[in-house]
């Protein structure tokens, strides 16, 4: 994972081991992110149902981890009072997303079918 920067968004494919068998699939994941989780104070494991947003608020203090393991989605935020709102687009495997304090943020399930997410 790259270094932490200050105030910049960072977008990180996960690095993980998954298998998939008759009951459905399995990501471990591995070293490299599990070294954030010292800093996580909170954690929440959502749903986004189909062509739903979930977000769009920002943390003044703290900044925000957000896992994807899969599907298509975006990423909706700007960088602070005033500046303009920038979209990333996904439609790959797991992705980690390190977001700094005062950026807006929003998930949107651009699927047809509901995704969870893990938010800290």
């Known amino acids: 994972m790259p270094a932490h920067r ?3 968004l960072i977008i990180t494919p996960l690095t993980a081991t998954s298998w998939t068998d008759a009951r459905g699939e399995a990501v471990s994941v591995n ?3 599990l070294d954030t989780l010292h800093r996580i ?3 929440s494991i959502l749903t986004i149902l189909p062509h739903a947003v ?3 608020h920002l943390h003044n203090c703290n900044e925000s981890f957000i896992v994807l393991a899969k599907g298509k989605w975006s990423l909706h935020f700007d960088e602070g009072p005033g500046t303009q709102v920038q979209v990333h687009e996904f439609d790959a495997g ?3 997303l390190t977001i700094p304090p005062g950026f807006a943020h929003a998930v949107r399930n651009d699927a047809s079918e509901e995704f969870y997410i893990s938010l800290e």
Do not use: F
């Open 31 to 33: 070293a490299t992110h």
């Open 6 to 8: 200050e105030n910049t």
């Open 94 to 96: 797991g992705t980690w």
């Open 41 to 43: 104070l909170d954690m």
């Open 54 to 56: 979930r977000g769009n």
